[in-house]
């Protein structure tokens, strides 16, 4: 389920949603009318649930690090992928900032 605050966040839990999607938390040009998620919003989206929470939106190897100790569990990108002209080298460096980042959260 998308969420943009804590008590979306926390309605679609006790729904039952297992997972959340949360932004934009970059501006994005793949959804232009996507509003942004401060990083403190999601932080206390984080800190409100027990389901994981994964960040979408303007999300790129740049500014990737940014959400670290967020408390999210994983990233969704579109954009950081096919914009490139290596897909697959994007990629991994992509999960590997990830993964680096999640380990520390």
């Known amino acids: 389920v998308s969420a943009q605050t804590v ?9 039952g949603a297992d997972y959340l999607g949360v932004g934009a938390v970059y501006t994005t040009r793949t959804k232009a009318d996507a509003d942004n998620v401060s990083m403190d919003t999601m932080t ?6 027990d389901i ?7 999300i790129t190897k740049e500014n990737l690090s940014w959400l670290s100790g967020t408390g999210i569990a994983g990233i969704s990108v579109v954009s950081a992928i096919f914009a490139t002209e290596d897909i697959k080298g994007t990629t991994q460096e992509l999960l590997t900032i990830t993964r680096e ?3 520390d959260c």
């Open 7 to 15: 008590e979306q966040a926390l309605l679609a839990q006790s729904m």
């Open 44 to 49: 206390d989206i984080c800190a409100a649930v």
């Open 52 to 58: 994981p929470v994964v960040a979408i939106g303007g």
């Open 101 to 103: 980042m999640i380990h």
